[in-house]
C-alpha cells in the first residue's frame, strides 16, 4: 500500500488477476466483493451488493471472490463460536435487516455441526462455470440455505436443491462442484483474496487502470457505499 488516493480509496500493487465474471476488455472499473460463504455478516451485505450491481451495472463489472475464512484443517465444530455468534445476532438483524432463521439457532446450539468454507466455495466456482451470470444472488442464495434454513453447506442435497432453483441440471453441478479445476479455482481466489491483504469479510475493493482500491470493509449500508462508488467511478 504505497499512498492515499482520496478519503476511503486506498491503493494497492502488484496484482495481477483479472474479475472471474466478466470480459475485461470492455475496460470498465471493476468492483470486487470479498466475502466467505460462513461470514455472518456477509449474509446480512448480501442485498446490498445486489442493490450496488444492478445500480451501477453500465458502469462497472462486479465480481464475487470468497476468501477462504475457514479451511477444513480449522473446522471445528459450530458450537465452539455459538456463543459468540448468538450474542451478535441481535445487532446484525437490527444493522442489516436479514433474519437469522430459528433452523440456524438450532444448529448453533445443537453445537455439533462442523463447516469449513471450501465445498461452499468450490460450489460458486461450480455455478460461476456453468452459468455464470448473477453469482452474487447465487452466493446470497446459498448463504441463506444456511443462515435462514439450517441447511449444511457439506451436504450436496443443499446444493442439488440450489442448482434446481437456478434452473441448472443438478447431476451436472454436482460433478462440476467435485472437479479438480473447480478446487483449484476456489484455491486461485483464496490466494488472490490472501495478495490483497483482507482478512476481515466483508469488503469491497475496487480496480481501476490496474490498481486496486478499498471501498468498504465491513458491513456498509448502500447509501454510505454509494457516496464512495460514485466518487471511485467519476
Not at 213 to 228: C, E, P, R, V, W
Request: glycine content about 6%.
Amino acid at each position: 500500500m504505497k499512498r492515499l488516493v482520496f478519503p476511503f480509496l486506498l491503493l494497492f500493487t502488484t496484482l495481477n488477476i483479472s474479475a472471474m465474471d466478466n470480459d475485461s476488455s470492455n475496460n470498465k472499473p471493476e468492483i470486487l466483493y470479498i466475502f466467505d460463504p460462513l461470514c455472518g455478516w456477509c449474509y446480512g451485505f448480501g442485498p446490498v451488493v445486489s442493490r450496488m450491481e444492478k445500480a451501477y451495472a453500465t458502469k462497472a463489472n462486479f465480481t464475487i471472490i470468497s476468501g477462504g475464512m475457514v479451511r477444513a484443517e480449522r473446522a471445528e465444530p459450530i458450537g465452539k463460536m455459538a456463543d459468540y455468534i448468538l450474542s451478535a445476532i441481535p445487532r446484525l438483524e437490527q444493522l442489516t435487516g436479514v433474519k437469522m432463521g430459528e433452523a440456524y439457532i438450532k444448529l448453533l446450539k445443537e453445537g455439533t455441526s462442523v463447516f469449513s468454507s471450501e465445498k461452499p466455495t468450490q460450489a460458486l466456482e461450480a455455478y460461476r462455470k456453468i452459468k455464470k451470470q448473477n453469482t452474487i444472488d447465487f452466493a446470497h442464495s446459498m448463504q441463506k440455505k444456511l443462515f435462514f434454513e439450517g441447511k449444511s453447506l457439506e451436504a450436496d442435497s443443499t446444493y442439488s436443491e440450489l442448482a434446481t432453483e437456478y434452473g441448472i441440471d443438478p447431476v451436472q453441478y454436482i460433478l462440476t462442484l467435485n472437479e479438480i479445476a473447480t478446487r483449484s479455482a476456489m484455491l486461485d481466489g483464496f490466494k488472490f483474496v490472501s495478495q490483497l491483504g483482507v482478512s476481515g469479510f466483508p469488503a469491497v475493493i475496487g480496480k481501476k487502470n490496474d490498481q486496486y482500491y478499498l471501498l468498504a470493509n465491513g458491513y456498509t449500508s448502500f447509501d454510505q457505499i454509494s457516496k464512495t462508488l460514485d466518487a471511485f467511478l467519476k
